[in-house]
Nanobody
Framework: QVQLVESGGGLVQPGGSLTLSCVIS??????????MGWFRQPPGKEREFVAA????????QYGDSMKGRITISRDSARNTAYLQMNTLKSEDTAVYYC???????????????????WGKGTLVTVSS
């Protein structure tokens, strides 16, 4: 199993931008093999899929909630995945979680209990 640590959350005004980072660590050679994804959980709501990128960065999928306003990427040399978020709205306020699994389909499949590894989350607050 791998470990995930998110960073980059904070307070941002509506219309602003923010980039989240997720560092993956674990047994040597193991981190490269994982699909990495982002989920979010707004206050009082269920956790929802935001975006995922496979191990070589060639396969990307976005959820419906933020599509068109976000870009996911990864830097394998730095063992880091990024989520760039633009034109943020108040309804984007949530805890954003990084997730990882060997199976791309597990991350994008909609079942959070099927995903092997999770970070602790980083809070994004969109407010004026």
């Amino acid at each position: 199993q791998v470990q995930l640590v998110e960073s980059g959350g904070g307070l941002v005004q509506p219309g602003g931008s923010l980039t989240l980072s997720c560092v993956i660590s674990g047994p040597s050679g193991n981190t490269y093999t994982h699909t990495m994804g982002w989920f979010r959980q707004p206050p009082g709501k269920e956790r929802e899929f935001v975006a995922a990128v496979n191990r070589d960065g060639r396969r990307i999928q976005y959820g419906d909630s933020m599509k068109g306003r976000i870009t996911i990427s990864r830097d394998s040399a730095r063992n880091t995945a990024y989520l760039q978020m633009n034109t943020l709205k108040s309804e984007d306020t949530a805890v954003y979680y990084c997730a990882a699994d060997l199976d791309f389909r597990a991350v994008v499949g909609g079942r959070t209990d099927a995903i092997a590894s999770w970070g602790k989350g980083t809070l994004v607050t969109v407010s004026s």
